[in-house]
């Protein structure tokens, strides 16, 4: 399975953007890029995901690279609810249901 | 409304027993899966199913085991082989590698 390389924290203050980056070089090209966050205690939640072309929906905003070997996930406007690990997962579109492997993921954290 | 349950939210076993941790969606998806988390860790597969009457293990299946005899439920038993079973255990569901994938609110099991 195409592996993904995410920072292991990063800061940001509240109501600035964020760019939550996620290198994975040896994506193949049935692999979509998907984002989840977990908040502490709880299930990760689903963010975006996307294939080939920048996404955008009501929580954030998904840039790929033109090569697809990197991403970044773009919250606009970063609040203290946003605080949590981000993982960057790639899952095959195989017509039936894929592994879905995690990393470790970026802990965020939003400061006032 | 649709969603994946997990229960019980928390669970106290005494070393040496068996449990069974209980999972249930009712969205349809074909595909359900069994995390385990460690704390300050991420997320590590034990066993995904793809379809009724047949699974795979993940990375960590050893002293693990699951049935999927209904689509709607994938229980996960923990057995007594499984040396270090205190873990927070998260089980998800989705359709294909090109949807979103649910995850339910995880069981804390702590075997005392």
């Known amino acids: 399975d195409a592996k993904t390389t995410q920072p292991n924290s990063m800061e940001s203050n509240e109501e600035e953007p964020v760019h939550l980056p996620c290198n994975h070089s040896t994506i193949s090209g049935t692999d979509y890029i998907h984002w989840y966050r977990q908040l502490p205690s709880q299930g990760p939640e689903y963010v975006i995901h996307?294939?080939?072309s920048n996404v955008n929906n009501r929580m954030a905003s998904l840039a790929i690279a033109e090569d697809r070997k990197s991403s970044t996930l773009i919250l606009h406007r970063a609040t203290l609810r946003d605080a949590a690990v981000y993982y960057c997962i790639l899952r095959k579109n195989t017509g039936t249901a894929s592994k879905l492997t995690f990393g470790t993921g970026t802990r965020l954290q939003v400061t006032l | 409304d649709g969603g994946i349950t997990q229960s019980p939210k928390y669970l106290f076993r005494k070393e040496g027993q068996n449990v069974t941790l209980s999972c249930e969606q009712n969205?349809?998806?074909?595909?359900m899966y069994w995390y385990r988390q460690d704390p300050g860790q991420g997320l590590r597969l034990i066993y995904y199913s793809q379809i009724v009457n047949d699974f795979q293990k993940g990375d960590i299946a050893e002293g693990y085991s699951v049935s999927r005899e209904k689509k709607e439920s994938f229980p996960l038993t923990v057995t007594s082989a499984q040396k270090n079973p205190t873990a927070f255990y998260l089980c998800?569901?989705?359709?294909?590698?090109?949807?979103?994938?649910?995850f339910g609110q995880g069981t804390r099991l702590t075997v005392v």
């Open positions: 969205l349809n998806h074909d595909a």
């Open positions: 998800a569901s989705s359709i294909d590698g090109g949807s979103e994938a649910f």
């Open positions: 996307g294939l080939t």
